[in-house]
């Protein structure tokens, strides 16, 4: 059976659980979809926030670095470095106006908290772009969403009501894995392919058309719209000291309520899922950050969902998603699922990964059958991990090398009993966590050991 | 062996590079060739410094790369 998938969907009970109240005080960018249930439009928008403050470039950016916002589209840069170095990338090009790149395409499977924040809230996001645009001086501002978003249409009702420095165009971006990467919609935006590149600048020096340009998560601007109304202060009120603000987490896998929560960075996984309504069934493993990020073991449910504390645990923020993976299922053969999903998600330009990705998912997937060719394919598997590693021109390849050697260490057990040609019940189960292509049984189930 | 520092270092382009294996023939102790044919630096990395002795080498690779993946650079300041 398949799990349900994490869903853009925002349960309006996950507003009252643990914290007690009806509205969490904590909730931010959701805050005024747990009270209204429908996104607010322009008008709407503006009585509960009140208008953009009028702040000059320096100051709105001294204010983000005050305020220690970080990216939240997987990397965590420091928001004013980069709003910075397009302001420099701006000096340096003379007469090139800045462009302004707002990314919502989220190609992630496991993440669905742009989409739901596209939908929840669309005028904080805007907000963000007009506030960015008058940091960098951008004359051009794009809001990219994935092809057929059914956000697409809304947001460009919502961003044509607006009077902002700049007008923004929607764009339907191929709804890729390796699509939403910064420089793939860089040269998607100037024309070409919508596929990463190995050009040595950067965005910020020269981006969209040649210009300088500043590629923020959605995530990141709407908090920008915020804490350009309320301060620093405010925005450090919630979250930890290396990473202030709240954040949108995708939750699925065996979960009640899988979808997507806000919470302040920090909040233990524990209390995540659980606003997720905890576990539908037994749980063995959380899988953190995406399908190009890590498995945990339990170990995992009293950490804080913050960068520091994570990796100290071998697991990765990443864009954060936390899916519950079940007792019932086997590790290894759903990590061979997820290996042959993003193996398929190569762009296809690097040799390591177009080579290496199938070949690291054919080793898992001989691992997880525990036939007689398990042990040769696990050396092959550990001589080729170290192989990809760091050999692409985006991070895609990095991306499945760590899922691999996070699901070597977290299902351990489950790896000696499919070296030592043990019988897997599970091995020969289709995907449990939603792939976008519907999965299918890695092997015929003849060929899994009994 | 002390590494004189020429200044500069050598960028793969791994996107422009088909693994036509020519800097690995060239300079054997930068590069070799992973199982699918295609270059790694030393360490395995897509950039790494160049010193003195192989210097003149990685010139004549550089050159040779028939899609111009491999290329000099100026080294950052340390």
């Known amino acids: 059976m398949t799990l349900a998938r994490p869903t853009h969907r925002v349960e309006p009970e996950a507003a009252t659980d643990p914290f007690g109240v009806p509205i969490r005080p904590d909730v931010r960018l959701l805050a005024s979809w747990y009270v209204d249930r429908r996104p607010d439009d322009l008008a709407a928008h503006l009585r509960r926030h009140g208008p953009l403050p009028h702040l000059a470039p320096e100051e709105l950016i001294a204010r983000v670095d005050a305020a220690g916002l970080r990216g939240r589209g997987g990397a965590g840069f420091p928001t004013a470095a980069k709003i910075r170095a397009v302001v420099r990338g701006r000096g340096r090009r003379g007469r090139r106006r800045p462009v302004v790149v707002a990314n919502g395409c989220e190609g992630e499977p496991a993440s669905h908290k742009d989409a739901a924040l596209l939908h929840c809230a669309p005028h904080l996001v805007l907000d963000g772009i007009a506030l960015a645009a008058r940091a960098t001086g951008a004359g051009t501002a794009y809001l990219c969403v994935h092809a057929g978003s059914p956000a697409a249409q809304a947001l460009r009702e919502q961003a044509a009501a607006r009077r902002d420095v700049v007008s923004v165009r929607v764009e339907e971006v191929p709804a890729r894995y390796v699509a939403s990467e910064a420089s793939a919609l860089v040269q998607y935006l100037s024309g070409g392919p919508a596929l990463p590149t190995s050009a040595p600048h950067r965005a910020s020096e020269r981006g969209v058309g040649g210009a300088p340009t500043l590629v923020d998560n959605v995530e990141t601007l709407a908090h920008l719209a915020l804490l350009a109304r309320h301060g620093a202060d405010w925005f450090r009120v919630l979250g930890t000291s290396a990473l202030p603000g709240t954040l949108l987490v995708t939750t699925g896998g065996a979960l009640r309520r899988p979808g997507v929560v806000e919470v302040p960075a920090g909040t233990p996984v524990r209390a995540v899922l659980d606003l997720a309504g905890g576990p539908v069934e037994p749980v063995q493993a959380v899988l953190c950050g995406g399908y190009g990020g890590t498995w945990a073991s339990l170990d995992v449910l009293d950490v804080p969902l913050a960068p520091g504390p994570l990796e100290a645990v071998g697991a990765t923020l990443g864009v954060p998603s936390l899916l519950a993976l079940p007792v019932r299922a086997c590790g290894l053969t759903q990590t061979a699922h997820l290996l042959r999903y993003l193996a398929g998600e190569s762009a296809g330009q690097c040799g390591p990964c177009t080579f290496g990705l199938p070949a690291l998912a054919e080793d898992v997937t001989a691992l997880a059958c525990s036939g007689p060719e398990a042990p040769a394919a696990h050396a092959r598997l550990l001589r080729r991990l170290e192989l990809v590693a760091g050999r692409g021109a985006c991070a895609h390849p990095d991306g499945a090398v760590r899922l691999l050697r996070s699901a070597l260490r977290v299902f351990d057990r489950d790896l000696r009993r499919h070296l030592a040609g043990r019988p897997c019940p599970a091995a020969a189960e289709a995907p449990v966590l939603p792939l976008p292509r519907p999965g299918r049984p890695i092997l015929p189930s003849s060929r899994v050991s009994r | ?78």
Do not use: K
């Open chain 2, 1 to 78: 062996m002390t590494h004189r520092s020429v200044g500069q270092r050598v960028r793969l382009d791994p996107i422009a590079c088909t693994g036509h294996g020519l800097c690995a023939d060239l300079v054997p102790e930068l590069v070799t060739l992973d199982e699918w044919g295609y270059p790694r630096l030393q360490h395995g990395r897509t950039s790494g410094p160049v010193d003195a002795d192989t210097l003149p080498l990685v010139r004549e690779a550089v050159t040779a790369c028939p899609t111009l993946a491999l290329r000099m650079e100026p080294a950052p300041l340390e």
